[in-house]
C-alpha cells in the first residue's frame, strides 16, 4: 500500500503540534514496514528519503497568503499519482488532498487538528483568505472518505461545524507522545542560560501566541502568582502584530510589579524546551480552543504536573486531581471560545496555578503519576496501527 501524507509543517520546519503529530505518524507508519509512506510537505528542499519538497509558487508571489498556499496544494496533489491513499493535515494540505484523491480515483482521508469555524480571529490575519480557507476546510471535509479526529472534543466540533458529513466516517484517533524523546532531563546550565534560576519554583507556558492559546489570560493570572514563583513564557511566532503587541503590553505591566518573569520568544529546540520543562514546578496550558493539546503531553512526559483549561480534549489528556489541575471555563458559542465571565476565568486560572505551586511535594507525584499516564495512553506505535485500521478500512469500502 502506497500512502502519501500532505502536510504544511514537516521536520525541520515544524513550529505547532500538527507538525509533530505528521512526524510522529510518519515514522511509526514507516517503522511498521508494511507500506509505502511518501511524505509531501511544503517549504524548501529536504534531504529525507521519500519526502518531497513543495515551495511557493513564484506566480503567486505576493499573493494573499492562502491563495499562495492553494497553489502548492496543486503541485502536491499532482505528485500523489501512484498513491493508494492520500491523508492530509490541516486546511492547509486539505485541498491537495482533495484534489490528488479526486484526479487518482483514491480515497482521501484527513485528520483534524484544528478547525477553521472555531478560529474566527484568524480573519483578522488572512483577511479575505479565511474565507478561502474555510471553504477548502469545508468542503474537504463533506468531501472525504474518513476524518480522523485528534480527541472525542474534536469529533463532537467537527459535526457540529459541518453537519453535512457522516458521523460514521469521524473517527478518534488520538495525538500521541515519544516518551523516549520527551522525559525528565535536569540540565540546570540550560536553564540559567535562559534567565531561569533553577532553584526558584516556576511556572511554564509553551506555545504560539495566538488567541486560542489564552496566553493574555496567563499573564493576568500571573500577577497572583505567590512572589516566589517565576512565570517562563517560551512563547513564539505571533499570529498578529496586534496580538504581539497586547502580549508584550501584559508582559511589561507584570514586570513592573514581580521579577522572576522570563520570555524567550524564539521556538526552542527540543532539547532545550524539555530541559526547561524538566526544571519546572507546573505546565500551564490556558487555551480557550485545543483539540487535544499536545504540549499537555510533552509536559507530562517529563513529569511535570499540568493546570489546564477544562475544553476541547484536554480533558482526555489531563486528569483532575491525578495529573493536574483543570480549569472550568463557560464559553461563548460563536467559535472564538472567549470565556462568558473572563474575569472568572482568570481568578479560577489564578486560584489553580497558586494551589498547584504550594505544595511542591503533590506536584512532584503528580508529575510522576502524568508520565505514567503518557506512557501507556498515548504511544505512537499505538497510534500508527489505529491510522492503518482506517486506512484499511477505506480501501475496503
Known sequence: ???????????????????????????????????????????????????????????????????????????????????????????????????????????????????????????????????????VERTAYEGAAAVIAVSAGMREDILRSYPQVDPDKVV?????????LWQKRT????????????????????????????????????????????????????????IKAEVEELIAGLREHRDGVVWVPEMLPRDEVVAVLSGATVFVCPSVYEPLGIVNLEAMACELPVVATATG?????????????????????DGTGTPVDEDRFVADLAAALTDAVSDLDRAERMGVAGRARAVEAFSWATIGDRTMEVYQQVLAR
Open 313 to 333: 480534549g484536554i480533558p482526555e489528556v489531563v486528569v483532575d486531581g491525578e495529573t493536574g489541575w483543570l480549569v472550568p471555563i463557560e464559553q461563548v458559542q
Open 172 to 180: 478518534v484517533v488520538h495525538n500521541g507522545i515519544d516518551s523516549q
Open 187 to 242: 540540565d540546570p546550565d540550560t536553564v540559567r542560560r535562559h534567565g531561569i534560576d533553577p532553584d526558584r519554583p516556576s511556572v511554564v507556558f509553551v506555545g504560539r501566541i495566538t488567541r486560542q492559546k489564552g496566553l493574555p489570560y496567563l499573564l493576568r493570572a500571573a500577577a497572583e502568582l505567590p512572589p516566589e514563583v517565576q512565570l517562563v513564557l517560551l512563547a513564539g511566532a505571533p499570529d498578529t502584530p496586534e
Open 1 to 135: 500500500m502506497r500512502i502519501d501524507i500532505l502536510s504544511k509543517e514537516y521536520p525541520p520546519s515544524i513550529y505547532g503540534g500538527a507538525g509533530v503529530h505528521v512526524a510522529e505518524l510518519v515514522r511509526a507508519l514507516r517503522a511498521r514496514g508494511d507500506s509505502d509512506v511518501r511524505v509531501h510537505a511544503f517549504g524548501g528542499p529536504r534531504d529525507e528519503e521519500g519526502t518531497t519538497s513543495h515551495p511557493d509558487l513564484p506566480e503567486l508571489e505576493g499573493a494573499n497568503a492562502a491563495l499562495t498556499t492553494l497553489g502548492v496544494d496543486l503541485t502536491m496533489a499532482a505528485a500523489c499519482t501512484g498513491a493508494d491513499v492520500v491523508h492530509s493535515h490541516t486546511w492547509y494540505a486539505n485541498f491537495g488532498g482533495l484534489v490528488g484523491s479526486l484526479l487518482e480515483g483514491v480515497p482521501h482521508v484527513l485528520s483534524a487538528h484544528s478547525l477553521e469555524p472555531m478560529r474566527p480571529w484568524k480573519a483578522e490575519q488572512l483577511g479575505g483568505g479565511y474565507r478561502l480557507s474555510s471553504w
